[in-house]
């Protein structure tokens, strides 16, 4: 399964280091094994859903 990454969440990947995102974003996750494309799984929902807000 590969998530297209959009330009937004390539910058975003850029400006954060990766052990940042994974504290920042990343709930204990039985499917989580810190791959990029989880991670940004992560990302869209959190953003996704603070739009809704």
């Known amino acids: 399964m590969e998530i297209e990454m959009t330009k937004e969440v390539k910058e975003y990947l850029e400006r954060k280091s990766a052990d940042g995102i994974l504290l920042e974003y990343m709930p204990p996750c039985s499917m989580c094994n810190g791959s990029t494309f989880h991670v940004v799984a ?5 953003r996704d859903q603070n739009k809704i807000k």
């Not at 992560?42 to 959190?46: F, P």
């Open 42 to 46: 992560h990302i869209v929902k959190i």
